[in-house]
């Protein structure tokens, strides 16, 4: 299983899980995912590579383009108020 870094609380271990087998099954070189939960850190985790050719590992402070992720963020923020 990937090397995974960070902490989080046993309840989402799941989370933890899904990282490790996404690295194992190639389906990302690297990653990270923060998890927020009623104003708590629950999880913050890292692991694999921060480049293509696996020389440089994933850090805590790696820094990444995040591409088109706020059409996301507000697609669902919509979706929110809408249901409210």
Not at 27 to 56: L, N, Q
């Amino acid at each position: 299983m990937a090397e995974v870094h960070g902490t989080y609380d046993p309840r989402f271990e799941a989370v933890r899980d899904a990282l490790a087998n996404t690295l194992d099954q190639g389906m990302d070189v690297g990653a990270s995912v923060a998890v927020v939960h009623e104003g708590e850190t629950v999880v913050d985790i890292w692991g694999g590579f921060a480049d293509e050719a696996k020389t440089k590992a994933w850090e805590r402070d790696t820094i990444i383009n995040v591409w088109s992720t706020t059409k996301t963020m507000t697609a669902l923020c919509a979706l929110l108020l809408a249901d409210r």
